[in-house]
């Protein structure tokens, strides 16, 4: 066992990073904090008919703008790289070599042509072909040739892949932290390919290695992992490397909103709502996934909701900072089933984190859409506006349609809200409005007294009518805060203006009706 935590993100850069792949980030980075362990970042990239140009960068970016830390990686190096596997490839034919020489791997000539015909072969039966120990006695490899026929055909440079021997008729237990013992057969496990000829091992035997060499501690990955699991605790032994073999914690999927099935990029877009962290230009396509940053989470509340989906405090606490987050986690309170998306639930925790930002950091995010309108407002302005309205938004994009009525006069007036409130004399009411405000000394109490008081409930008026009328007249329709609050916001002279100017536009033609 290794004593020093150290734990590793092993992405794949093969597009876009899913969030089930951030949360997998995510939990590894909890635990090393928590331990006081290493956090890596290692690029997993010996499929290069799956690169995809921008993925790498695009991963760093987006577990950096998460509060995603890393101690040792591909961005910021550290004693055991390269972390990048295509700068290791000259390391791993020296292990494909020792497993060929201990017996626990052997070469295959098979020819992409055969390996189809195969498996037409056993589709005519009903059967799946599958290269194991059923089937590797009758193909083109080096226990079925002579030992001089194998070396004639590696000496001549032919293609060949280096596959694992499985035995037969064994049990193989994983252990898994979340699950608990795990045990497959090696009779249903296929004879994975660990190495080509073109010098390039495959994810197994790459990954193996590099958690070997890099001492990893803990493998904490996701669910799909766990059939591949079997093989790389028997790669473990196959290497005499078992009494530092990590332990392995096999994550549960995210799932659809509806339970069934994996959580996929075509379900946000029918339910609209991101399944990457960032926004992603396919460069091949165009095609924009978009992402949580550019649809107005914030990192915190991703952090957060994304910790919540597979497992939980232990209470009914559901706000968790980062720091909250290191000190509560535990791999035994990871849930064994998959966990679902929940939409609804995740804004809910946008807002929530929307009310922590201070009113100037709620300003900062809404200057662009100001400036967008055409609107130069003070700054002290901005954030008194922000900081009485964002209780009312879960995405800063909310900012302008919420607010826009504190930084201009309404252009058009609410025809429902028109019919609704404003009655046969509405007018004279409006016109009252405007003296009261031009009489008394410009403050809340004592417009609330003029106003409400004296003049609504002393003269027996409808105060719901009245008061609306006056909304509809100074924002457009009837929403908002407080009217007596956003009067004092926006001054006496700019509520005089739009009252006047409701007067005119809606008032006579609708007093004479
Ligand atoms: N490269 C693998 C992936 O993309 C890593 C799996 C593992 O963590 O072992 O998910």
Same mark, same amino acid.
């Given at each position: 066992?290794?004593?020093?935590?150290?734990?590793?993100?092993?992405?794949?850069?093969?597009?876009?990073?899913?969030?089930?792949?951030?949360?997998?980030?995510?939990?590894?980075?909890?635990?090393?904090?928590?331990?006081?362990?290493?956090? #890596?970042?290692?690029?997993?990239?010996?499929?290069?008919?799956?690169?995809?140009?921008?993925?790498?960068?695009?991963?760093?970016?987006?577990?950096?703008?998460?509060?995603?830390?890393?101690?040792?990686?591909?961005?910021?190096?550290?004693?055991?790289?390269?972390?990048?596997?295509?700068?290791?490839?000259?390391?791993?034919?020296?292990?494909?070599?020792?497993?060929?020489?201990?017996?626990?791997?052997?070469?295959?000539? /098979?020819?992409?042509?055969?390996?189809?015909?195969?498996?037409?072969?056993?589709?005519?039966?009903? =059967?799946?072909?599958?290269?194991?120990?059923?089937?590797?006695?009758?193909?083109?490899?080096? $226990?079925?040739?002579?030992?001089?026929?194998?070396?004639?055909?590696? %000496?001549?440079?032919?293609?060949?892949?280096?596959?694992?021997?499985?035995?037969?008729?064994?049990?193989?237990?994983?252990?898994? $932290?979340?699950?608990?013992?795990?045990?497959?057969?090696?009779?249903?496990?296929?004879?994975?390919?660990?190495?080509?000829?073109?010098?390039?091992?495959?994810?197994?035997?790459?990954?193996? !290695?590099? *958690?070997?060499?890099?001492?990893?501690?803990?493998?904490?990955?996701?669910?799909? +992992?766990?059939?591949?699991?079997?093989?790389?605790?028997?790669?473990?032994?196959?290497?005499?490397?078992?009494?530092?073999?990590?332990?392995?914690?096999?994550?549960? $999927?995210?799932?659809?909103?509806?339970?069934?099935?994996?959580?996929?990029?075509?379900?946000? /877009?029918?339910?609209?709502?991101?399944?990457?962290?960032?926004?992603?230009?396919?460069?091949?396509?165009?095609?924009?996934?978009?992402?949580?940053?550019?649809?107005?989470?914030?990192?915190?509340? !991703?952090?957060? #909701?994304?910790?919540?989906?597979?497992?939980?405090?232990?209470?009914?606490?559901?706000?968790?900072?980062?720091?909250?987050?290191?000190?509560?986690?535990?791999?035994?309170?990871?849930?064994?089933?998959?966990?679902?998306?929940?939409?609804?639930?995740?804004?809910?925790?946008? @807002?929530?984190?929307?009310?922590?930002?201070?009113?100037?950091?709620?300003?900062?995010?809404?200057?662009?859409?100001?400036?967008?309108?055409?609107?130069?407002?003070? @700054?002290?302005?901005?954030?008194?506006?922000?900081?009485?309205?964002?209780?009312?938004?879960?995405?800063?994009?909310?900012? +302008?349609?919420?607010?826009?009525?504190?930084? =201009?006069?309404?252009?058009?007036? *609410?025809?429902?809200?028109?019919?609704?409130? +404003? =009655?046969?004399?509405?007018?004279?009411?409006?016109?009252?409005?405007?003296? #009261?405000?031009?009489?008394?000394?410009?403050?809340?109490?004592?417009?609330?007294?003029?106003?409400? %008081?004296?003049?609504?409930?002393?003269?027996?008026?409808?105060?719901?009518?009245?008061?609306?009328?006056?909304?509809?007249?100074?924002?457009?329709?009837?929403?908002?805060? *407080?009217?007596?609050?956003?009067?004092?916001?926006?001054?006496?002279?700019?509520?005089?203006?739009?009252?006047?100017?409701?007067? *005119?536009?809606?008032?006579?033609?609708?007093?004479?009706?």
């Amino acid at each position: 066992m290794n004593d020093k935590v150290r734990v590793r993100f092993a992405p794949s850069p093969t597009g876009p990073l899913h969030i089930g792949g951030v949360r997998t980030a995510l939990y590894n980075y909890l635990f090393a904090r928590q331990n006081g362990g290493t956090m #890596i970042l290692r690029i997993e990239d010996t499929d290069q008919t799956r690169f995809v140009p921008g993925a790498e960068q695009y991963i760093i970016e987006a577990l950096t703008w998460l509060g995603i830390e890393f101690d040792e990686g591909v961005h910021v190096g550290g004693p055991y790289g390269p972390y990048r596997q295509s700068d290791r490839k000259s390391m791993y034919r020296q292990y494909a070599e020792q497993l060929l020489r201990d017996g626990y791997a052997y070469y295959a000539f /098979d020819r992409p042509e055969a390996l189809e015909s195969k498996r037409k072969e056993y589709e005519a039966q009903k =059967k799946t072909f599958q290269y194991d120990c059923t089937s590797r006695g009758s193909m083109e490899n080096s $226990l079925t040739l002579p030992a001089d026929e194998v070396q004639r055909r590696l %000496d001549a440079g032919e293609p060949y892949v280096v596959r694992f021997k499985f035995p037969e008729n064994l049990d193989i237990t994983v252990h898994d $932290l979340i699950r608990g013992d795990v045990t497959m057969s090696s009779n249903l496990l296929d004879d994975k390919v660990l190495f080509k000829s073109d010098g390039m091992p495959t994810y197994h035997l790459a990954n193996i !290695v590099d *958690d070997h060499t890099m001492a990893v501690s803990h493998v904490i990955r996701g669910e799909e +992992w766990l059939p591949s699991a079997p093989l790389h605790v028997m790669l473990y032994k196959a290497f005499g490397w078992e009494s530092t073999m990590p332990q392995f914690a096999h994550l549960p $999927l995210l799932l659809k909103p509806e339970g069934n099935g994996k959580l996929s990029k075509r379900d946000g /877009d029918r339910l609209g709502f991101p399944v990457f962290p960032l926004d992603w230009h396919d460069p091949k396509t165009g095609e924009l996934s978009s992402g949580y940053r550019e649809q107005g989470y914030l990192p915190e509340a !991703v952090v957060n #909701i994304l910790a919540l989906l597979g497992w939980n405090p232990g209470t009914e606490q559901e706000i968790l900072s980062m720091d909250e987050l290191i000190k509560l986690f535990s791999i035994e309170h990871i849930s064994k089933s998959g966990a679902k998306f929940n939409v609804e639930k995740a804004k809910w925790f946008n @807002h929530e984190y929307m009310q922590k930002l201070s009113d100037e950091a709620v300003a900062e995010m809404f200057q662009p859409q100001l400036k967008a309108h055409g609107i130069e407002a003070e @700054h002290d302005y901005v954030v008194k506006v922000c900081g009485m309205m964002k209780e009312r938004i879960t995405f800063p994009s909310e900012l +302008w349609d919420t607010c826009c009525y504190f930084f =201009k006069a309404p252009d058009s007036y *609410d025809p429902a809200a028109i019919k609704k409130r +404003w =009655k046969p004399g509405m007018t004279t009411h409006m016109a009252k409005v405007i003296e #009261i405000l031009n009489t008394v000394p410009f403050e809340y109490d004592a417009i609330h007294k003029a106003l409400l %008081d004296d003049y609504i409930v002393g003269n027996q008026l409808n105060m719901g009518q009245i008061m609306n009328s006056f909304r509809l007249a100074v924002v457009g329709k009837t929403v908002g805060p *407080d009217m007596l609050t956003l009067v004092m916001t926006i001054g006496r002279d700019e509520t005089i203006s739009r009252v006047q100017r409701a007067i *005119d536009t809606i008032g006579e033609m609708k007093d004479v009706q």
